[in-house]
């Protein structure tokens, strides 16, 4: 079936330090592959999504970029805040089915 | 537009009692699923609706039942609880179905004791 795996956390990095979060998926067909972010005591909330292969998401100077050919979907920011400190979850979505990577905790320090 | 609600946001039950929980959306979503969320695990789909009038099984539906009663509202029972249970429960819409951004509820904590 389908999944997902992302890089384990916790990450912490300082502010305006450089942020990737590995993604690779395994799915058949063409699935929509998403970033979630889920801030403290909140639900998911999408960050960015990429539709077809060679497509960039990009939201709030977060990006990624469906890779095909390596099955990625890595997300990254150039300069982090604290603001962004959550858990990013990478998704994708198959015929009605959501699939979840486990989650990674993100914590930015001032 | 409230969006998608959910309630209760927290519970706790004894095992073997039995509880509802509720979810509605106004973002006309023709598609609604119910997830639980376990530390490390990331989202686990229990059930999901496809359209109105339809349920189908997702990852992990034992000790779970859903109604989809009308195109609103999508509930998660449990008809005896289990310690296994104790989870943070999110409901999530879809407008189109199949491929596309969902949009989450503030989800339910649920203690089974």
């Known amino acids: 079936g389908d999944s997902v795996t992302q890089m384990e956390g916790p990450v912490t990095l300082s502010e305006e330090a450089f942020l990737t979060i590995n993604c690779t998926y395994t799915?058949?067909?063409?699935?929509?592959l998403f970033w979630y972010v889920q801030y403290p005591g909140e639900g998911l909330q999408l960050l960015l999504k990429?539709?077809?292969?060679?497509d960039k998401g990009s939201n709030k100077g977060f990006e990624a970029t469906y890779r095909k050919e390596t099955t990625s979907f890595h997300l990254e920011k150039g300069s982090v805040q604290v603001s962004d400190s959550a858990v990013y979850f990478c998704?994708?979505?198959?015929?009605?089915?959501?699939?979840f990577g486990a989650g990674t905790t993100v914590t930015v320090r001032a | 537009n409230a969006g998608v609600t959910q309630t209760p946001k927290f519970q706790v039950l004894k095992t073997g009692q039995s509880m509802t929980l509720q979810c509605a959306q106004d973002?006309?979503?023709?598609?609604m699923y119910w997830y639980r969320q376990d530390p490390g695990m990331g989202l686990r789909l229990i059930y999901y609706?496809?359209?109105?009038?339809?349920?189908d099984k997702g990852e992990v539906p034992n000790g779970y039942n859903v109604s989809r009663l009308n195109k609103r509202e999508f509930s998660l029972r449990l008809e005896s609880a289990a310690p296994s249970q104790t989870s943070v429960y999110f409901c999530?819409?879809?407008?189109?179905?199949?491929?596309?951004?969902?949009?989450f509820g503030p989800g339910t904590r649920l203690t089974v004791l």
């Open positions: 999530a819409g879809e407008r189109y179905g199949g491929n596309n951004e969902q949009f």
């Open positions: 973002m006309n979503h023709n598609s």
């Open positions: 799915a058949t067909g063409y699935p929509s």
């Open positions: 998704a994708l979505t198959n015929d009605y089915k959501l699939s």
């Open positions: 990429a539709t077809k292969a060679d």
């Open positions: 609706s496809a359209s109105e009038g339809t349920t």
